[in-house]
C-alpha cells in the first residue's frame, strides 16, 4: 500500500518489504533530504508505533518456530545491533532498534532482499575469529564468529552463492559462549564427513584442474574436513592407487573425490570396484546361442531398405530375483553371494582380520568437482556444472544413490582368445561413432576440448557403419499408465503425442522406490521385485549400426541439455539402449541436431530404437570395434552390458525442479 505523507516523498510499505523512502525530485540536496526526514520523524514515530509489526517483520521463516529459540543482542557486520535467536534449526535476526533518523540507513538494510536467516542444514561452517572490527554505523572491534553457508539460486540450473554472516560482541566470554553453541547445533547435522581422499587431475578439460581445487579447497578446510590430496601424474594413476590400497586404507576415508571430468571419475570407479565388487558374470553372447536353455529367443532381424521385423526361435537365460528380505537390491547377484555381503552395520561388529570393503555399501561415497570437457556425471547428478556447488554437496554429505553399467568383455578380436574382463560406467557405454570420436580424439588432445568437435565432424563425415548383433532382455512395464513394454517391443518410429516422461528430480520417487530390476540370472521365470511373476525372455537385432549406446543416466550436458534420453533415472536398475542403424548421413545429421535442442524428440526416427532393459550383449566380427565408457576407449568385439542397481554413492542430492 502507499501513503503520502509529504507533497514530495511516498512513504511506501509492504509487509516483510522493509521501508523506501523515494524523493520525486531528483535535484534535491542531500542535506535538504535529511531535513524532511527529520520533520517526519514525530510522524514516523507514530506511525511505526502502529504498523511496527508490518516494517521490519521478517519474510515467512522457513525454519522450524515449535522449537525453543535463545536470544541474544550481537552486531552483525555491515548491518548494526540485531537480536540473534537460535533454535535447534538454525539462526535468525532482526534489527534490536529503529533509528527514525536513519531511516534510509535502515530501509537499505532490511530490504526485502536481504536474508534474515540461515539453516543449519545450509550452513558448512563456522568459525570463531576473536578480536576484530565489525563494520557498521559506528566501526569498533569486537569479538566476532563467522557463520558460513550459500544461498539456493533463483532457479534448478543457478549455482550455490556462498554466503558468510560476521556476528560480534563486545564481550569476549558472551560470543565464545554463543559460538559454542551454534557448533553443538551444527554437530547435529548427521552424515557429514570428515576425512576425504582427493584425487585432482591437473589436464582435465582446459588444464584447470589444479585451479579448480584451488578454488575449492579453502571450503574444506573451513569446514574442518580433512583432505588427503593427491595430483595425478599419468593416465591409470588414481586406479592403481585404489585398486592397490587395503580396505583398512579404505576405511579410513569417509568419501573419494575426483577433482576433474568424467574420464578421471570412471578411472576412480574402476580402482575400487574391479576387485571388490563380489558379483557373477552375466551370460556371454554365445551362451544365448546355446540348445539346453528351455525359454524362447526371439530374434528380429531389421533389414536395412525394408525394416522387416522376422521372429525366429531359439534359447536364452533370463532374470530371476531372490526374494531375501534384507538384502542389498543388486541385479544378477545370486542367493549365495548375496549373503556373504555384510551390510553396514554388519560390518561395523567385524573383527579387525574382516573388514573387506565391498559393494553397494551405504558409509563410502563419491563425489566430482567438475574440471573436465564435459562433466555430464555432475550436470546429470546435480543439475548445474559449478566447482563451488559440488563442493557444498560433499561438504553437507548429501547423498544419492547411483546405477552403475558393468561391462564384461569376453572377446577383444573375433580370433582372439580372452579370458573375461571387466569395465564399469557410470554415465555411457557407445560403440560405433561414439567410440570412434574417443579413438580419433586421442591424437589430437592438444586440442583440448576442441577435439571433440574436430573429430566428431571427421567421423560423421566419414559415415561408417558396422555389421553386429544385439541380444536385450525385454521387461513389462509396471506403472500402471504405461501401455507399452519398458524395453523389447518399442520402437521409436513415429511421433508419439503428448508423452508421459517423469524426468529424475530431487527425491524421485521413481530412484527411491523399489527397484524394478531382477537379481539373478539364471534359469528359470522372473519375478520381478514387487513380488509379481513376470515372463521375461531376451530379443535381438541383427544389422548394420551406426551407433550403439547404452545410457545409465540421462546423460545431461551444456552442449545436450536434455541429455541422451530426458526421462533416465539415476538409479532404477535400467539401461537406456539406443540402437541408430544405418541411414542417409543428413537423417543422422537431423538425429545429432535433434540432440541439442531442449525439449526435442532424438529417438522421434525410424531408424532409432529405443529399449529400456536391464542387460543386453554385443557381438561383431571385426577387428577395430571400439567403445567409449565415460569417455574411456575400451576396445571389445563382444561384450554383455548389464545395469547394477544403486552400486555407488554419490556426494549429490539429484537435480532439483
Not at 573387506?356 to 564435459?374: E, Q, Y
Not at 545429421?589 to 554385443?618: C, I, M, Y
Request: charged share 20%; net charge neutral.
Amino acid at each position: 500500500m502507499s501513503l503520502i505523507l509529504a507533497p514530495k516523498f511516498f512513504l511506501r510499505i509492504g509487509a516483510g518489504a522493509g521501508i523506501s523512502l523515494l524523493s520525486t525530485t531528483s535535484s534535491s540536496s542531500r542535506r535538504g533530504r535529511l531535513a524532511n526526514y527529520r520533520r517526519l520523524s514525530s510522524g514516523f514515530e507514530g506511525l511505526r508505533s502502529q504498523l511496527g509489526f508490518l516494517l521490519f517483520q521478517p519474510r515467512a521463516s522457513t525454519m522450524d518456530t515449535s522449537a525453543p529459540a535463545l536470544s541474544s543482542t550481537l552486531f552483525l557486520d555491515r548491518v548494526g545491533e540485531v537480536v540473534l535467536s537460535l533454535n535447534s534449526t538454525g539462526l535468525s535476526w532482526i534489527p534490536a532498534s529503529i533509528d527514525p533518523e536513519e531511516t534510509f540507513c535502515c530501509q537499505m538494510m532490511f530490504h526485502s532482499e536481504v536474508e534474515t536467516e540461515i539453516r543449519f542444514s545450509d550452513v558448512y561452517a563456522v568459525e570463531f575469529t576473536g578480536l576484530g572490527l565489525i563494520n557498521g554505523h559506528n566501526s569498533t572491534e569486537m569479538y566476532r564468529f563467522v557463520v558460513h553457508g550459500f544461498q539456493r539460486g533463483k532457479n534448478s540450473t543457478s549455482p550455490y552463492v556462498l554466503s558468510t554472516y560476521t556476528f560480534g560482541h563486545r564481550d569476549s566470554h558472551a560470543c565464545r559462549e554463543l559460538f559454542d553453541q551454534i557448533n553443538a547445533c551444527m554437530k547435529l547435522q548427521v552424515g557429514r564427513p570428515k576425512n576425504l581422499l582427493v584425487f585432482v587431475h591437473p589436464q582435465c578439460g582446459k588444464g584447470n584442474g589444479c585451479k579448480t581445487w584451488e578454488v575449492v579447497a579453502p571450503l574444506f578446510s573451513r569446514a574442518k574436513v580433512t583432505t588427503k590430496v593427491t595430483v595425478t601424474q599419468r593416465a591409470g594413476h588414481a586406479y592403481d592407487i585404489l585398486k592397490s590400497s587395503t580396505d583398512r586404507e579404505l576405511r579410513s576415508f569417509d568419501g573419494i573425490i575426483a577433482v576433474g571430468g568424467d574420464g578421471l571419475f570412471n578411472e576412480v570407479l574402476n580402482g575400487l570396484l574391479s576387485s571388490r565388487h563380489k558379483a557373477p558374470y552375466p551370460p556371454a553372447p554365445t551362451r544365448l546361442n546355446t540348445t539346453d536353455v528351455k525359454d524362447p529367443l526371439q530374434l528380429h532381424v531389421y533389414e536395412d531398405s525394408k525394416n522387416v521385423r522376422n521372429s525366429l526361435t531359439s534359447h536364452s537365460d533370463i532374470f530371476v530375483e531372490t526374494a531375501l528380505k534384507g538384502e542389498d537390491r543388486e541385479p544378477l547377484l545370486s542367493a549365495s553371494e548375496s549373503h556373504g555381503l555384510a551390510t553396514s552395520e554388519q560390518e561395523s561388529f567385524c573383527s579387525d582380520q574382516s573388514t573387506a570393503v565391498s559393494f553397494p555399501n551405504d558409509w563410502l561415497r563419491l563425489g566430482i568437482i567438475p574440471a573436465g570437457s564435459t562433466d555430464a556425471i555432475v550436470i546429470s547428478t546435480t543439475g548445474v556444472r559449478d566447482p563451488i556447488t559440488s563442493a557444498l554437496h560433499i561438504i553437507l554429505g548429501k547423498k544419492i544413490s547411483l546405477d552403475v553399467a558393468q561391462v564384461v568383455r569376453w572377446k577383444t578380436t573375433p580370433s582372439s582368445i580372452d579370458t573375461p574382463s571387466v569395465r564399469y560406467a557410470a554415465s555411457f557405454a557407445g560403440y560405433g561413432f561414439y567410440g570412434d570420436v574417443i579413438k580419433e580424439s586421442e591424437k589430437y588432445r592438444w586440442m583440448g576440448p576442441s577435439r571433440y568437435d574436430f573429430t566428431g565432424t571427421k567421423v560423421f563425415l566419414e559415415h561408417r557403419a558396422y555389421e553386429a548383433e544385439i541380444g536385450f532382455l525385454e521387461a513389462k512395464a509396471v506403472d500402471a499408465d504405461d501401455e507399452t513394454l519398458v524395453s523389447g517391443t518399442h520402437q521409436t518410429r513415429l511421433p508419439r503425442r503428448n508423452p508421459t516422461k517423469r524426468v529424475c528430480l530431487t527425491k524421485c520417487s521413481v530412484c527411491v522406490g523399489p527397484t524394478k530390476s531382477s537379481q539373478t540370472l539364471t534359469n528359470g521365470s522372473s519375478c520381478s521385485s514387487d513380488g509379481h511373476a513376470e515372463d521375461s525372455r531376451w530379443l535381438r537385432s541383427k544389422g548394420r549400426f551406426l551407433s550403439v549406446g547404452a545410457a545409465v543416466i540421462s546423460c545431461r550436458n551444456e552442449r545436450a541439455p536434455d541429455g541422451l534420453v530426458v526421462d533416465a533415472h539415476l538409479s532404477d536398475g535400467f539401461l537406456h539402449l539406443i540402437l541408430v542403424k544405418d541411414c542417409p548421413r543428413p537423417f543422422y545429421l537431423w538425429h545429432l541436431t535433434k540432440l541439442t535442442r531442449r525439449g526435442s524428440n532424438p529417438l522421434d526416427f525410424s531408424f532409432v530404437e529405443h529399449h529400456k532393459t536391464q542387460a543386453f550383449t554385443f557381438v561383431a566380427n571385426h577387428d577395430s570395434s571400439v567403445w567409449n565408457l565415460d569417455g574411456e576407449l575400451f576396445q571389445a568385439c563382444q561384450v554383455t552390458v548389464r545395469a547394477c542397481h544403486g552400486l555407488i554413492n554419490l556426494f549429490a542430492a539429484g537435480p532439483e525442479a
